[in-house]
Nanobody, 123 residues
């Protein structure tokens, strides 16, 4: 059974930074792609960033140049470094592992959603 646990969320002022972490278990981490998603109140969940098993990445246009996704295969953990945060980045952030990665998108694995971590950016 795949388990994912997100952490690192919090309240930050606009222009600030946060680093989210996602620890995983129950799946062979190193051979799987991963994605970070977010869902703001009243909106659909959207893909923010994804990383392939080989380290290739893609990002939503709204976060390009501000967010960086990375992975540590030794720790079975994926990270999302967020900088220059804006109030519109406020959302619950989720990670997902084991989906299908293409050059410009990531298709989620329905069996690997965590509880998410709240990010709130104040203006």
């Amino acid at each position: 059974q795949v388990q994912v646990v997100e952490s690192g969320g919090g309240v930050v002022q606009a222009g600030g930074s946060l680093r989210l972490s996602c620890a995983t278990s129950g799946i062979t981490f190193s051979i799987n792609a991963m994605g970070w998603y977010r869902q703001a109140p009243g909106k659909q969940r959207e893909l923010v960033a994804a990383i392939s098993k080989g380290g290739s990445t893609n990002y939503a246009d709204s976060v390009k140049g501000r967010f960086t996704i990375s992975r540590d295969n030794a720790k079975n953990t994926v990270y999302l470094q967020m900088s220059s945060l804006k109030p519109e980045d406020t959302a619950v952030y989720y990670c997902n592992i084991g989906g299908y990665y293409s050059g410009d998108y990531y298709f989620d694995n329905e069996a690997s959603w965590g509880q998410g971590t709240q990010v709130t950016v104040s203006s």
